[in-house]
């Protein structure tokens, strides 16, 4: 049980944890059902919303504890209908989320971040370039979820249809709050959002890709590749010189042995860097051993990085080969062009 306290908030608290603090308090046990339901159904952040609870209760329960919702700070559209969102944390850091629409495909994507900065320096990345501040806590990844929700019905009066953890962190290294927001997000008493439609996406740390195997919350992978080599992959992503290629490669396969998803591969599309027809083959050799997905992305530039997307004939060049050797190949254009699409880029900014 955590002990209440009016500065803690009250969505810290587990189901268990809130009927034991209405029993202490000597309060109805369906009323602990009722403050869930606001709370993780309603998107409620204060008490006084709280209609059907006697005010009594109301001011005992803002008595022992607090709200700490994300705010709403600034907003970028771009021309394509990408709509990237800067919110202020309640301890003045900050972080961004992203809602890509496809209308014509019926398909609105939430890209959530998870972390204060990252620790996990990949070149390429802006907020690889900040530190790593803290985790978010479970509330406030559900809260980016909440808020661009509300932002995708009041556009498109569609709700969401897939999230995403892509954003800023790295998802497996902040476990504890991701699982407990995909428990949140998913629970019949909560979002109800179906984890089919969720996927983490990780740089690759092969211990965390075992035990979300065994945790198994129902939910895709998505591994950031973008080089199918250990030499080229150390010199982009350090994570890798821990966690090379054949390391990684066991865990996902365990991970695909375990849940039965097809696991997606990210790969940036950089200019004379991993679009060679090399680096083409390599990266087929790479889907082989369990049912993968190849998503080529184009990069957005980031300030300070020297590296730049694949001209269109590269790329087109590297997706034929890929093709050529049965490769299961998708291309996401680069969204937000005109905007600050980048990871990070918008939350660093001043
Ligand atoms: S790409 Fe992801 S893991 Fe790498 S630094 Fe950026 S946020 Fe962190």
Known sequence: MIAPAASLDIRQLRREDLDTFFRDQGEKSFRAGQVWQWIWQKGATDFAAMSNLPLSLRENLARHFHFYPIRPDIEQVSTDGTVKRRF????????????????EEERYTVCVSCQVGCSLTCSFCATGQMKRVRNLEAAEIVDQV????????????????????????????????????????TAPDGMGFSPKRITL?????????????????????????????????????????????????????MFYRATGNRI???????????????????????????????????????????????????????????????????????????????????????
């Open 88 to 103: 202020a944390l309640h301890d003045g850091h900050r972080i961004e989320a992203v809602l890509i629409p496809v209308p």
């Open 146 to 185: 909440r808020m661009v929700n509300e932002r995708c019905l009041a556009t498109y009066g569609r709700p969401l249809t897939n999230i995403v953890y892509m954003g800023m962190g790295e998802p497996l290294l902040a476990y504890a709050p991701v699982m407990a927001s995909i428990e949140r997000l």
């Open 264 to 350: 997606t591969y990210e790969y940036i599309a950089f200019q004379q860097f991993n679009d060679h027809p090399e680096d083409a083959r390599k990266l087929a050799a790479l889907t082989r051993r369990f049912p993968v997905r190849v998503n080529i992305i184009e990069y957005n530039p980031v300030e300070g990085v020297d590296m730049i997307r694949s001209d269109e004939k590269r790329l087109d060049a590297f997706v034929a080969e890929l093709s050529r050797l049965g490769v299961t190949v998708t291309v996401r254009r680069s969204r937000g062009k005109d905007i600050d699409a980048a990871c990070g880029q918008l939350a660093n900014k001043g």
């Open 201 to 253: 996406s990780t740089a690759g740390i092969a211990k965390m890709i075992r035990k979300l195997a065994d945790d198994n919350p129902r939910v895709n992978l998505a591994l950031s590749l973008h080089a199918a080599d250990d030499a080229k992959r150390n010199t982009v992503m350090p994570i890798n010189e821990q966690n090379n290629l054949a390391v990684l490669m066991d865990a996902l396969e």
